[in-house]
């Protein structure tokens, strides 16, 4: 009886002292989770391109062969064609992102559990928030209309980093 209580007590003690790894350190990162959302969204706004093209389709097939808007809407399928094609190229990328993010993850998971620092690391995702903020990534053009496109310029990261401070 007392070498059976001995011996649990004996197992609790060795497996309260076994380090507590996280089995998938991205699925709790920040940034991981940020470029997931991202694809989300893409995910959502293709979706809704495709409606609106059968929807304008719908409206061409019931207009007469002739009428003044039949262009003006065939041009609009062009350019809502135009906008799956991005955006689907840009899911692509944000994708290979996330994979390469997932690796980063458990890399730097493993660094910051043998210096028993915290994970997911806060800086270094208030970091990104920075760099993502201002640089007009193409994520951020999902919420433009299709007139309103401008050029867009990418800011130097470093000089970003130093204005704040970093």
Same mark, same amino acid.
């Given at each position: 009886?007392?070498?059976?209580?001995?011996m649990l007590?004996?197992?609790?003690?060795?497996?309260?002292?076994?380090?507590?790894?996280?089995?998938?350190?991205?699925?709790?990162?920040?940034?991981?989770?940020?470029?997931?959302?991202?694809?989300?969204?893409?995910?959502?706004?293709?979706?809704?391109?495709?409606?609106e093209i059968?929807?304008?389709?719908?409206?061409?097939?019931?207009?007469?062969?002739?009428?003044?808007?039949?262009?003006?809407?065939?041009?609009?399928? +062009?350019?809502?064609? /135009? *906008?799956?094609? =991005?955006?689907?190229?840009? $899911? @692509?990328? #944000?994708?290979?992102? !996330?994979?390469?993010?997932?690796?980063?993850?458990?890399?730097?998971?493993?660094?910051?559990?043998?210096?028993?620092?915290?994970?997911?690391d806060k800086?270094?995702?208030?970091?990104?928030?920075?760099?993502?903020?201002?640089?007009?990534?193409?994520?951020? +053009?999902?919420?433009? /209309? *299709?007139?309103? =496109?401008?050029?867009?310029? $990418? @800011?130097? #990261?470093?000089?970003? !980093?130093?204005?704040?401070?970093?």
């Amino acid at each position: 009886m007392k070498k059976t209580i001995f011996m649990l007590i004996l197992s609790l003690i060795c497996t309260s002292c076994m380090d507590k790894r996280v089995k998938n350190p991205e699925k709790v990162d920040l940034i991981y989770i940020d470029l997931k959302s991202d694809i989300e969204k893409i995910d959502k706004v293709i979706k809704l391109r495709e409606t609106e093209i059968q929807i304008v389709k719908d409206e061409i097939n019931s207009l007469p062969v002739r009428a003044k808007g039949r262009v003006v809407r065939l041009l609009r399928i +062009e350019a809502m064609s /135009s *906008d799956i094609t =991005r955006f689907k190229q840009l $899911k @692509k990328y #944000i994708y290979i992102k !996330l994979r390469k993010r997932k690796e980063m993850a458990k890399i730097r998971y493993e660094l910051r559990f043998q210096n028993n620092e915290p994970w997911p690391d806060k800086e270094e995702f208030r970091l990104y928030k920075i760099a993502k903020n201002n640089s007009l990534t193409p994520v951020e +053009e999902i919420n433009k /209309s *299709d007139n309103s =496109r401008a050029p867009t310029h $990418k @800011k130097d #990261i470093q000089k970003i !980093l130093k204005f704040h401070g970093l």
